[in-house]
């Protein structure tokens, strides 16, 4: 059985948790564009990073790799949709990539005359070479970095995406 009283609720004080975050206050004109700076240098060193990449016979091949990594099986003009390339470069590269052994074509479970294509245990392991590589570099740019900082730029990074969906 819950009683009511008529009390109020115990007001905030100085110094508390409650009160604080009440004074928080929305970032400056001048904290956007430092922020926007920041990001516009990190866009930049993965755009350079990914054009060194393009220039590279493999590109392609992976991306189509890591699509269907993400992804699973599908037909290759969903493939093509999802990679955002065009069927007959998704199929060129399917080609080559099913003759090193990294995808296999099977039936469509819903239509036996269509195929689709998925990643080999080789391919996975592809891909999982490429990203632990990937994060071996980042963790050895930020070795001097606190794991503590790591997490909470984690944590903000995701709140970040998650509160400006729609703005970019």
Not at 26 to 49: E, Y
Request: proline share 5%; aromatic share 6%; glycine share 4%.
């Amino acid at each position: 059985m819950s009683v009511h009283t008529h009390e109020r609720p115990p007001q905030p004080t100085a110094g508390d948790a409650a009160l604080d975050a009440q004074a928080v206050t929305a970032p400056t004109v001048a904290d956007v564009r430092a922020l926007s700076d920041a990001m516009r240098a990190l866009f930049m060193q993965a755009k350079n990073r990914h054009r060194a990449m393009e220039k590279t016979p493999e590109h392609g091949r992976i991306s189509v790799l890591f699509v269907l990594g993400k992804v699973g099986p599908m037909r290759a003009s969903a493939l093509a949709k999802e990679a955002q390339l065009d069927l007959s470069t998704v199929s060129r590269h399917l080609r080559v990539l099913e003759e090193e052994g990294y995808v296999v074509k099977t039936a469509d479970p819903d239509d036996k005359r269509a195929f689709q294509v998925g990643v080999t245990e080789r391919g996975h392991d592809f891909v999982e070479r490429f990203w632990c590589e990937r994060a071996t570099a980042i963790r050895d740019a930020l070795a001097a970095w606190p794991a503590d900082d790591v997490h909470a730029l984690t944590k903000l990074l995701d709140r970040f995406v998650r509160d400006t969906e729609g703005c970019f």
